[in-house]
């Protein structure tokens, strides 16, 4: 079983190390690593649960690539590496494993992509 932990708003070289395994190499020294802030044994997914969409996505909007998971601008640092440029964010979920004796939040974790 899995536990979701939190819901970020990952700036796009987070979102694109997360998704590619890489990101922008111009990226500026003085910014932080992309993902730094995700720790050891947690599971990202990008994107956000079902029912963390907006009251009026409806799953044929999810289905067709509803904007529930993408801030087109924003100014609030990256929750998934601290960078505080502003720009675009992208929701990402994470997870973590449990003991199998404990139930609450719990989701199969079959159902979550592997971090690695």
């Known amino acids: 079983m899995a536990t979701i932990l939190a819901n970020i708003w990952a700036c796009i070289d987070c979102t694109h190390a997360h998704a590619n395994g890489e990101y922008n190499p111009?990226?500026?020294?003085?910014?932080?690593?992309?993902?730094?802030?995700?720790?050891?044994?947690?599971?990202v997914t990008l994107g956000l649960l079902s029912e963390e969409h907006a009251?009026?996505?409806?799953?044929?909007?999810r289905a067709e690539g509803c904007d529930c998971d993408h801030d087109t601008f924003s100014t609030t640092a990256c929750g998934a590496c601290g960078s505080t440029l502003h720009g675009e964010r992208y929701a990402m979920t994470i997870w973590q494993e449990e003991s199998p004796n404990r139930q609450a939040n719990s989701i199969p974790s079959q159902s979550i992509a592997v971090y690695i």
């Open 26 to 43: 111009d990226r500026p020294d003085s910014e932080p690593t992309p993902l730094n802030l995700i720790e050891r044994g947690e599971t």
């Open 55 to 61: 009251d009026t996505c409806t799953p044929e909007d």
